[in-house]
């Protein structure tokens, strides 16, 4: 059976509060790590008010500290939005305070408008949109100032040695993430390990896993490929069911696709009054097609196709059920059941 892991962006319900989404959150993670998924991974988003997954790093620490033997990582912390030294300093004390459960997955998109991107790149006056462009170098940074020796940093004529952390021990596995070539590209020729944002684009995987397994370098961290597969998924005793439940998600989905204001995520009977045009059904239909929905065994069946097609040992869910009218606003029940059907 193909191994299951989790994907969260802390969703925000229009019934919730902030501190309702993340109690929900902390409740999955006990749900995933109770069930034997291999990794649970917050999302970076600014701005948004359907999603509370502002802050990986305080996120991983609240799941890991809530958790025993479940990974713990950033899908992805948005490296241009921060300075590299940050990064490593969070991640080498998380790694630290659980060692052998964290990791740091890296991604070059903002996660957010204009607005904000600007605002968290320019608002402390140290960093600029040429972050991007020095991602490769932003990488390397990251990756040398958790190894042991750090990293040599030349000021004013003299080279000072920055550390994340005094005496680690370990230090994260460290994945590119991506929804294009570049990072397949960038993480092949450093010898990392990949993954493709197969749950937000739905195109391109396989040209992407297959660029990043034939031009892959082997590092000394990494002797060959490792990549897995990530898919938005929503399953309920019926199928009937769970396609009412992913419908929340796919509204959330279509105002983000149609450049509409956001807003948060409605309940299953709010979001059955919306009544779509043509073309937005359509659209709906269409992301639907890419999305795993269903009952338990032909959910499954999904999963472990999409798996053999693409090649992977290794598939990352984001739980996309929404809620019912009179759910706890501090629970999910119904993406503990999309985990729960799918560990069968």
């Known amino acids: 059976m193909t191994t299951l892991s989790v994907l969260d962006l802390v969703p925000v319900r229009s019934d919730q509060t902030s501190g309702d989404a993340v109690r929900a959150t902390l409740d999955l993670a006990r749900c995933a790590d109770e069930l034997g998924y291999r990794r649970f991974w917050v999302a970076e988003h600014h701005n948004m008010p359907a999603v509370a997954a502002t802050n990986p790093p305080v996120l991983i620490a609240m799941i890991a500290g809530a958790t025993r033997t479940i990974r713990v990582g950033s899908g992805g912390v948005m490296l241009p939005n921060h300075a590299p030294l940050v990064v490593a300093e969070q991640f080498a004390l998380l790694e630290a305070a659980h060692p052998g459960r964290i990791d740091l997955g890296i991604g070059r998109a903002p996660g957010t408008d204009q607005v904000t991107t600007w605002a968290l790149r320019h608002g402390a006056g140290g960093v600029s949109d040429d972050n991007v462009t020095h991602f ?18 030349r000021v004013q004529g003299r080279t000072h040695v920055l550390h994340a952390t005094p005496r680690a021990s370990s230090v994260p596995t460290i994945w590119l993430l991506g929804s294009s070539d570049y990072s397949a590209r960038l993480a092949a020729e450093k010898g990392m390990p990949y993954v493709f944002a197969h749950h ?13 397994r034939s031009t892959f370098k082997p590092s000394p961290e990494l002797a060959e490929p490792r990549t897995f597969l990530t898919v938005n998924a929503c399953v309920a005793e019926t199928e009937e069911e769970a396609r009412r439940l992913a419908l929340p998600q796919l509204l959330t989905m279509l105002a983000l696709r149609s450049g509409r204001p956001l807003e948060a995520q409605a309940l299953v009977e709010e979001a059955e009054k919306r009544e779509l045009t043509t073309d937005e059904q359509h659209l709906v239909d269409a992301m639907a097609q890419r999305w795993v929905i269903g009952d338990p065994a032909g959910a499954r069946s999904q999963l472990e196709a999409l798996a053999a097609a693409y090649g992977v040992d290794e598939v990352m869910v984001n739980p996309v059920a929404g809620a019912w009218v009179g759910t706890e606003p501090g629970s999910a029940p119904a993406r503990q059941q999309t985990l729960r059907l799918l560990a069968g």
Do not use: I, R
């Open 136 to 153: 490769p170098e932003y990488v390397d940074n990251v990756l040398a100032m958790m190894d042991a020796d750090g990293v040599g940093v």
């Open 200 to 212: 937000f684009s739905g195109q391109g995987t396989a040209e992407a896993l297959e660029l990043y």
